[in-house]
């Protein structure tokens, strides 16, 4: 008995370490990011195909009052509220101080500099599909945006779900290094992935989630409960969303539907990201959307 | 005469694109009239929409004309359409959130926001594509704006 006992608290410390180690923060090396020099001007696209403004800056910001990543309205979920910091180049409150490593490791991994892990309501599983030459390009960019000292709110998340290291957990369940839609794609659908998966993130409102809040990967874009109120986010698959793919680019330059209907909530935000790209990238968004599972399996 | 009927021919096209628009049965009348109200900007909108997306040309005098009616529409006072109780929560076939009637200055503001736009627009809607194409993207602002904080997603 007392042996079958110190089998079971040795295989709790084996399971207990594996899970310390399995859950450790991930860091990019220095080393690693050596090779990139980040272009500002290039930047500046990364910058709004990543919808960085629509969380970062003040939800009440207009034209270049976005430029201002002081941090932006509280993200309420099941698991808490989650504030978005203060990403402008203020040394102190912002992310003035960071190396290129450091911001990768956020971007890619969702570790801060000081090693703690970051709440997936930050779409590092989706930025950590980005190149890294477009993350250095995107940290050139930030540098040059203006500085703000605002002070980044604590978040407001309750036990369980404040116990940081669980995070580590999640992303063992999550993170992938590979993008949700396989198969054959032309240069124009595979760019639309790029933008739509890597970069901005649309399956963050628009995909289902399950318990742990991870994202259902079988169920992608298939639309979900809006996050933020009542209602539902829409489909995006081709069986739901019929618009043409030119009627799409043009929803997301201008924000009109094909009825001219016009977009409101979460979408206003990202339609004013993404009118600044140029309108190959929209139509690419559109193709890709195109070739997506129907919802209807 | 000619004048007029070009004026009917870009309305039809607009209808077209527009689609069919399904009307929900016994909503209370007040509810109907400013859908409806919405679905007559929608469709001016349209008119001047297709115009500076580059599918239909631009046409001065169908575009002072949607224009126009935009400026009237925003006109409309608006005490009659939003009476107590006609919010999503207490409604089906309304996305009108119950905020419309916790912030009603607010509201207020942002359909004065839209008689501002609007006003601009018309000023130069028929001036040319480029003067327009500029005046409208504000207007679709003010419709997005008051959308973000008071429309129900779907």
């Known amino acids: 008995m007392g042996r079958f006992f110190g089998i079971l608290v040795a295989l709790g410390a084996l399971g207990l370490a594996a899970f310390w180690v399995l859950t450790r923060p991930d860091h990019v090396t220095e080393a690693e990011v050596a090779g990139l020099t980040g272009d500002a001007a290039a930047g500046e696209a990364i910058f709004w195909a990543g919808g960085c403004a629509s969380c970062h800056a003040d939800a009440e910001a207009e034209g270049e009052e976005r430029l201002i990543l002081s941090g932006g309205e509280g993200l309420v979920s099941d698991f808490g509220t989650f504030y978005p910091p203060n990403i402008s180049p203020d040394p102190e409150h912002g992310i003035g101080g960071w190396t290129l490593a450091e911001f990768v490791t956020a971007m890619q991994n969702g570790i801060s500099p000081e090693g703690r892990h970051y709440y997936p309501a930050f779409p590092y599983p989706a930025y950590r599909l980005a190149e890294r030459q477009d993350l250095a390009d995107l940290f050139a960019f930030l540098q040059t945006l203006p500085e703000d000292d605002t002070e980044s709110p604590a978040h407001e998340v309750g036990f369980p779900f404040n116990i940081r290291r669980a995070v580590g957990g999640w992303n063992l369940l999550y993170l992938s290094d590979d993008y949700v839609v396989q198969g054959e794609l032309s240069a124009e659908e595979a760019r639309g992935r790029y933008l739509a998966e890597a970069l901005a993130h649309c399956g963050e409102c628009h995909t289902p989630r399950d318990a742990l809040g991870g994202p259902d990967r079988a169920a992608w874009l298939t639309g979900a409960p809006n996050p933020t109120g009542t209602g539902r986010i829409p489909a995006l698959t081709p069986d739901e969303l019929r618009w043409s793919t030119t009627e799409i680019a043009a929803y997301l330059n201008d924000g009109f539907t094909p009825s001219f209907d016009s977009a409101g909530g979460h979408m206003r935000s990202v339609i004013l990201n993404l009118a600044n790209l140029p309108d190959a990238d929209r139509q690419a968004i559109a193709a890709y959307l195109k070739v997506l599972p129907p919802a209807q399996n | ?154």
């Open chain 2, 1 to 154: 005469m000619p004048r007029f009927s070009k004026i009917i021919a870009t309305g039809l096209a607009a209808l077209t694109f527009s689609g069919a628009v399904a009307v929900a049965q016994d909503l209370p009348a007040p509810v109907e009239a400013r859908q409806g109200q919405f679905r007559i900007m929608a469709l001016n909108i349209g008119v001047l929409g297709q115009m500076a997306r580059g599918n239909t040309e631009y046409d001065a005098d169908a575009a002072s004309a949607a224009a126009s009616n935009l400026l009237t529409i925003s006109m409309l006072n608006q005490s009659f359409h939003w009476p107590e109780g006609t919010d999503s929560f207490g409604l089906d076939g309304t996305r009108a959130l119950p905020a419309i009637w916790e912030n009603p200055e607010d509201f207020a503001a942002k359909w004065g926001d839209f008689g501002t736009a609007a006003e601009a627009l018309a000023a130069v809607a028929g001036d040319g594509l480029e003067g327009m194409q500029a005046a409208l993207g504000p207007v679709g602002g003010t419709c997005g704006a008051c959308h973000d904080d008071y429309r129900e997603a779907q």
